[in-house]
Nanobody
Framework: AIDIEESGGDSVQAGGSLNLSCTASGYFSSVRSLNMAWFRQAPGKRREGVGF???????IYAASVKGRFTISKDNAKNTLHLTMSSLQSEDTAMYYCAADSRYTSPTRWFSQGEYYYWGQGTQVIVSS
């Protein structure tokens, strides 16, 4: 099993920046061997994919965050990061980290069902 824990959520002003972290622990070799993603869910809305990084380091982003968010892995610390800049009120949401060791087709990288391990989420509030 793999335990996932997010941190770094906070309240910020529009235009500001935040860095979210997701630490993985348990029975696995390294986050290098995991496909990992950030999802978010705003009040009253469906959960949506934000950013994805595969075992090769390939990343993709939702159109709404591309150019503002960066996803990266720290393999030595078994941590996934989401660096967010130019934050907007629309970015207000609970942010979740997800991970899985199985192969995922690129067309399904933002499909929640592809991820077995999830964290409890960290809250981001952006005020204008």
């Amino acid at each position: 099993a793999i335990d996932i824990e997010e941190s770094g959520g906070d309240s910020v002003q529009a235009g500001g920046s935040l860095n979210l972290s997701c630490t993985a622990s348990g029975y696995f070799s390294s986050v290098r061997s995991l496909n990992m993603a950030w999802f978010r869910q705003a009040p009253g809305k469906r959960r949506e994919g934000v950013g994805f990084i595969d075992v090769s380091g390939v990343t993709i982003y939702a159109a709404s965050v591309k150019g503002r968010f960066t996803i990266s892995k720290d393999n030595a610390k078994n941590t996934l990061h989401l660096t967010m800049s130019s934050l907007q009120s629309e970015d207000t949401a609970m942010y979740y980290c997800a991970a899985d060791s199985r192969y995922t087709s690129p067309t399904r990288w933002f499909s929640q069902g592809e991820y077995y391990y999830w964290g409890q989420g960290t809250q981001v509030i952006v005020s204008s």
